[in-house]
């Protein structure tokens, strides 16, 4: 038991960050790349997942579309089989779908890069949300700049007008005079 969690724990979290999308608004990992760090095979993972499909409501797990499937292909370039050659619509496990996961795979390794996943996306929420302070002062700092702009806006359209006022003045004052004139 110890050797098995001191492997899972070799995976670097960059790793595991790196095979975190964004998809349909969640954030989400593909089961070729769970299969990948289990260290099992996709079919038989998503095997697993299909015999005990009633733990796996939507907000768990969901298989990509046909359309999402080309847009990820499109993302990547050419179909490399190595690489991002999916042919099948992958499961995708969001936050929760991974902790049911675990339960469904019995095996240490699974259990182990699962605690070490569910914590990346633990202290993933807890960086969100300490930044949301920040995120609201942007909007903030965005919005009087705006208000800044149209106020700068303003400011150069009354220019303009008083240049204008000026240059008829000057004008005015220059004009050629007709008429009688004494000496």
Known sequence: MKKNSEEAALIPDEVI??????????K???????AELYKVE?????????????????DFMF?????????????FGTSNIEKFGLRVTPFAFTEYGLLMLASV??????IQINIQIVRIFSRMRT?????????RKLEQL????????????????????LEQT????????HRKRIGFKTN
């Open 166 to 173: 000026k240059q008829e003045e000057t004008e005015f004052k």
């Open 142 to 161: 965005e919005k009087k700049d705006l208000e800044l702009d149209e106020k700068v806006t303003l400011i150069f359209e009354y220019l303009k007008e």
């Open 63 to 75: 298989e990509l579309s046909k359309e999402e499937l080309e847009n990820w292909r499109y993302q």
């Open 28 to 34: 989400v990992m593909l089961d070729r790349d769970l």
């Open 17 to 26: 960050v790196s095979k975190i999308y964004l998809i349909r608004g969640k």
């Open 127 to 135: 960086m969100i949300e300490s930044h949301k302070e920040i995120l």
């Open 105 to 110: 795979l019995n095996s240490e390794r699974a």
């Open 42 to 58: 996709t079919k038989q993972l998503k095997r697993a997942v299909r015999r005990n499909i009633e733990r796996f409501p939507d």
